[in-house]
């Protein structure tokens, strides 16, 4: 007999989906190729459709309240159950930082960082207040929490979780294959330089972004190309002939700016996973990134890390790297040999797991 499972997939619809929403949609889709498995997605109401890429690959029902109502009855109120919608299940998983009531149901919830407890600062107040209370939620209430990194896991068993019920089910990755049409298309689009460093992410402070253009300055004669959508936050990123800021991007060309970068950065000040990273390194990149947090565990020897602190630091070893060939070389090879055995699979095999442990 299968275990039915009700998944949110709310985050499809985020603003700016990030990785938690290409997290949630790869390791859903995964999990539910375990036959033993029935998943059913569930949603609030929206008048538009799921981000690009991100339309859920498991059969949804959406619940006729809008957002901003569904979770506030679902962390004050704790309602409405979801049975009206998905019927009966064995598992209720919290895929993000909204946690429905499992009525009956096992509940599963993924706490993915804990970056808003820790610099609070670094997050609106609203994002702040929901994060705060879908993490009390996960951590009174949750059968088993899933976490993708050891960091993640001391971050909550710091702030009370017991660590018999924390899984870490680290993310995947999907190489893709770039021909030189793709580099020249992408080169000729965005005009690239012969050389850049690139960083990727949401435009928002503990991205650090402004630490890494302060240590960009520093770094003498290569262009940074700065990637990804506008977030929150006073971070200023003005295009000029030094820096190239492109904004958000489609998809098929990420995998082309991660293979013609020189080098690629992301100095955190914290990640729960930084799937950057591991996208970059499945490409062949060689990696800057930050020591003592979640990237570090992601790259593990196939890069280098510095202190997201330390801007000289970070410049140093940019220059450093930019300047010898040879390293750039081995790390790429490193890294995307290391990526490798970051599968989508893999995190759907170790998902499917904690639903049947969650049961049992």
Not at 71 to 90: F, K, Q, S, T
Not at 230 to 252: F, K
Request: charged fraction near 20%.
């Amino acid at each position: 007999m299968s275990l039915r499972v009700a998944a949110t997939v709310e985050s499809a619809w985020h603003r700016v989906p990030g990785g938690i929403a290409n997290a949630t949609h790869h390791s859903l889709h995964a999990a539910a190729e375990h036959p033993d498995l029935d998943l059913i997605g569930v949603h609030a109401w929206h008048r538009s459709d799921p981000a690009e890429g991100l339309t859920p690959a498991i059969p949804i029902s959406a619940i006729p309240l809008p957002r901003p109502v569904l979770y506030d009855l679902w962390h004050r109120a704790r309602r409405p159950g979801l049975g009206p919608w998905v019927g009966d299940v064995d598992v209720v998983h919290a895929t993000d930082a909204v946690v429905p009531p499992a009525g009956g149901a096992a509940l599963v919830a993924s706490v993915h960082d804990l970056a808003f407890l820790n610099r609070p600062a670094q997050s609106t107040a609203r994002g702040f207040r929901l994060a705060t209370r879908g993490f009390e939620l996960a951590r009174d209430e949750a059968t088993l929490i899933s976490v993708p990194s050891a960091a993640t896991k001391a971050a909550c068993v710091a702030a009370g979780v017991d660590p018999t019920r924390l899984r870490i089910i680290p993310w995947g990755c999907r190489p893709a294959v770039v021909t030189d049409a793709d580099r020249a298309r992408v080169r000729d689009r965005y005009n690239l330089p012969s050389r850049f460093i690139l960083w990727v992410g949401t435009l928002e402070p503990r991205k650090n972004l402004t630490g890494l253009l302060h240590a960009h300055r520093s770094v003498p004669g290569v262009a940074l190309v700065v990637v990804g959508p506008e977030g929150w936050g006073d971070v200023d990123v003005s295009s000029s002939d030094r820096v190239l800021r492109l904004g958000a991007v489609p998809a098929a060309d990420l995998a082309p700016l991660y293979d013609l970068a020189t080098v690629f950065t992301l100095p955190s000040h914290a990640e729960g996973f930084g799937m950057p990273v591991l996208d970059a390194m499945a490409q062949g990149a060689a990696v800057v990134t930050s020591s003592g947090t979640a990237t570090e565990e992601v790259v593990g020897d196939a890069g280098v890390t510095v202190a997201p602190d330390d801007a000289d630091a970070l410049a140093g070893a940019l220059t450093s790297l930019l300047a010898d060939e040879a390293a750039r070389t081995r790390l790429g090879a490193a890294a995307r040999a290391r990526a490798a055995g970051f599968t989508w699979q893999h995190t759907g095999a170790l998902l499917a797991d904690v639903y049947r442990e969650a049961v049992a």
